[in-house]
C-alpha cells in the first residue's frame, strides 16, 4: 500500500513570497489534515477535511494560509504571503475516516519551509 | 480544549535496558482512542502502538507495551531491550470529539 505522499520535500523563499504544499492521502481515505511543526514542539493541527469538506480549520491563520481539497482526495495548502514564523515542516496525515477504530493517522515525509 | 501531557522532555536509555515515557490526558469521555507515535531525526511520524479506551487489556507490539490507567488518566509506553533505532522524538496522541490532540513529545535516546 503507497503512504501518503506530499511535495516538495523542502522549499526555501524570502518573506512575503507566497508557496504552495501539495499532499497525495492513502487511496480511500476520507480524512486528511495539515499540520504545522515548528521545530522541538508537537504538530499543531491547521486543517482537518472529511472527503472535500472542512471539519476543523480553527487554527489556521486564514488572512494568510488556505487549504483547498478538491474532489475529495488530494489536497493543496498555501502561504501566502509568507512570514519569517511560518518556518517549519508541514505534515500531511490521512485517516480511514469511518470513525470508533479507524482514526489511525498515516503521515506523509513532510516539507520543510524555511522563510528568509 | 483537551490537554495531554508528556512531562519528561528528554530521556536516556542504555541499549538493551528498558524504559517508560509517561503521558496524562484529560478528557470527559469515556470513548476514546490512545496513540503513541514516534519520529526520528529528520524521517516521518510512525505509529508504535494503539489503545482503544474501552478496552482493559493494555496493547503490546513486540518490544512496546503500554500501561493504561483510565481512572487516572496515564497512558505510559514501555520500550523493553532498547535499541539504537528507538532513538526519536515519541508524542502521546489522543483521539476525542473526532480530533487528535498531541502532546508535547519525549526525546528518547539511546546509548550503545
Known amino acids: 500500500e503507497a503512504g501518503v505522499a506530499q511535495s516538495p520535500r523542502y522549499k526555501i523563499i524570502e518573506k512575503r513570497q507566497s508557496v504552495a504544499f501539495w499532499c497525495n492521502p492513502i487511496s480511500g481515505h476520507a480524512t486528511l489534515y495539515w499540520y504545522q511543526q515548528i521545530l522541538g514542539q508537537g504538530p499543531k493541527l491547521l486543517i482537518q477535511f472529511q472527503n472535500n469538506g472542512v471539519v476543523d480549520d480553527s487554527q489556521l491563520p486564514k488572512d494568510r494560509f488556505s487549504a483547498e481539497r478538491l474532489k475529495g482526495v488530494d489536497s493543496t495548502l498555501k502561504i501566502q504571503p509568507a512570514k519569517l514564523e511560518d518556518s517549519a515542516v508541514y505534515l500531511c496525515a490521512s485517516s480511514l475516516g469511518g470513525g470508533r477504530g479507524l482514526e489511525t493517522q498515516y503521515f506523509g515525509p513532510g516539507t520543510r519551509l524555511l522563510v528568509l | 480544549a483537551q490537554t495531554v501531557t508528556q512531562s519528561q522532555p528528554e530521556m536516556s536509555v542504555q541499549e538493551a535496558e528498558t524504559v517508560t515515557l509517561s503521558c496524562t490526558y484529560d478528557t470527559s469521555e469515556s470513548d476514546y482512542y490512545l496513540f503513541w507515535y514516534k519520529q526520528p531525526p529528520s524521517r516521518q511520524m510512525i505509529l508504535v502502538i494503539r489503545?482503544?479506551?474501552?478496552?482493559?487489556q493494555n496493547a503490546t507490539e513486540n518490544r512496546f507495551s503500554v500501561n493504561f490507567q483510565k481512572a487516572a488518566k496515564s497512558f505510559s509506553l514501555k520500550i523493553s531491550d532498547s535499541q539504537l533505532g528507538d532513538a526519536a522524538m515519541y508524542f502521546c496522541v489522543v483521539y476525542n470529539f473526532n480530533k487528535f490532540y498531541f502532546g508535547s513529545g519525549t526525546k528518547l535516546n539511546v546509548k550503545p
Open positions: 489503545q482503544e479506551a474501552y478496552k482493559q
